[in-house]
């Protein structure tokens, strides 16, 4: 399975952007990181096979939304009310069976930059 990840770019702080992720397969659970200068790469949302579980990192929730559409192999991220600090690479992932750690399939991963 084949990842690709679209829709960073450049916005104000307390803007919004809308990240979207393709995939080539049927994945399970799918989930966004994002990596900034100098620091590990963090998950930032996670979401499971059908929809119906989510999971965010405490530095965006209720500013973050992450969502899937099953029949398009597709995830999504909302983001709005963007800090400089969410300014990463944003990647998205899936893993390929249930109930593992571990994230099998990684997209080539999409800029975001907020400025102050």
């Known amino acids: 399975v084949q990842l690709q990840a679209s829709g960073g770019g450049l916005v104000q702080a307390g803007g919004s952007l809308r990240l979207s992720c393709a995939a080539s397969?049927?994945?399970?659970?799918m989930g966004w990181f994002r990596q900034a200068p100098g620091k590990e790469r963090e998950l930032v949302a996670a979401?499971?096979?059908?929809?119906?579980?989510?999971w965010y990192a405490e530095s965006v929730k209720g500013r973050f939304t992450i969502s899937r559409d099953v029949t398009r192999n597709a995830m999504f991220l909302q983001m709005n009310s963007l800090e400089p600090e969410d300014t990463a690479v944003y990647y998205c992932?899936?893993?390929?069976?249930?109930?593992?750690?571990?994230?099998?399939?990684w997209g080539q991963g999409t800029q975001v930059t907020v400025s102050s």
């Open positions: 992932a899936a893993k390929n069976a249930a109930f593992v750690r571990t994230w099998d399939y």
């Open positions: 397969g049927r994945t399970f659970s």
């Open positions: 979401i499971s096979q059908s929809g119906g579980d989510t």
